[in-house]
């Protein structure tokens, strides 16, 4: 006969001072090697499910200064202030001819290193690997060269459409690269 404590029965082993033995097997389907193929075809079977909301946005207040206004730019960013904080944002357009200043060595022979960046793993939140290290003009050249191969690989011709709608073609390519992982994407960037 089992004793009965409370609500629960003990069990003959119990009451003896031992405790039965559990087992404990891991779930038949991962007994074997776990093949990283099926992870990923799980990551990319979820984020298929997973559909970008993609919403109109009023465009952003473009100003397009004179080369007198703009020759102080930070004077001239004061002056609009007042118009572009009402949207947030703004996009001013320097006028023809306009040089910057800029802190960037002036000389050919000075070297800028790069990070790898993989477009499709942004979500998973990896670190960044170190790039190749760019004169000025190879990294310009570079730059060209992966934007050319890219664009004509992915059937994307700036010449069949606006410069704006462009613009929202290469974002939304972006974000599916981002997105579903679906595609390898590894640029170098200079950004550091």
């Known amino acids: 006969r089992t004793p009965v404590t409370g609500r629960f029965c003990a069990s003959k082993m119990e009451v003896a001072g031992e405790r039965p033995k559990r087992t404990h097997r891991a779930p038949k389907r991962l007994l074997g090697d776990i093949d990283d193929r099926d992870i990923r075809r799980a990551i990319e079977n979820s984020l298929k499910q997973q559909k970008r909301v993609e919403r109109s946005v009023p465009e952003a207040p473009i100003f397009y200064p004179t080369a007198e206004e703009f020759k102080d730019p930070l004077g001239y960013i004061s002056k609009i202030t007042p118009q572009a904080e009402k949207h947030g944002i703004c996009k001013i357009i320097p006028p023809e001819g306009h040089k910057p200043k800029t802190d960037f060595p002036k000389e050919r022979s000075a070297r800028f290193p790069t990070k790898r960046q993989a477009v499709n793993s942004l979500q998973e939140g990896k670190p960044f690997k170190e790039g190749d290290k760019f004169y000025t003009e190879g990294y310009r050249k570079y730059a060209e060269d992966f934007r050319s191969q890219y664009l004509s690989s992915h059937g994307l011709d700036p010449a069949e459409c606006s410069e704006a709608e462009f613009h929202a073609k290469l974002e939304k390519e972006f974000w599916r ?16």
């Open 177 to 192: 690269i981002v997105e579903t992982g679906s595609e390898e994407g590894v640029v170098g960037y200079a950004n550091d």
